[in-house]
């Protein structure tokens, strides 16, 4: 169960564009997926931390994050980001 992490196509962005957003500032906290998640960061920098793996990304990337994952973020910089459960 890994978290995957690759740089945003435009079909991606066209995808996602019309989604929800989600912000947060400089925090760290634990978090559970009762859900796929898939989402593009608009802005900020995040580290996720999982099963003895770490994970970062930033605005600019796309993210998809298992159903069923457990994980610690620690975000860097403020984040804002467009997501879709699923």
Do not use: Q
Not at 10 to 22: E, G, I, Q, V
Not at 62 to 80: A, I, Q
């Amino acid at each position: 169960m890994d978290i995957s992490v690759r740089k945003a196509t435009d079909a991606d962005k066209a995808k996602l564009m019309n989604k929800p957003t989600w912000g947060c500032d400089v925090s760290e906290f634990a978090w559970h997926y009762d859900s796929k998640e898939i989402c593009i960061l608009i802005e900020g920098e995040v580290t996720v931390d999982y099963n003895g793996k770490s994970v970062s990304f930033a605005a600019g990337d796309y993210v998809e994050f298992p159903k069923g994952l457990s994980c610690v973020w620690k975000v860097t910089k403020p984040v804002k980001k467009h997501y879709e459960f699923m």
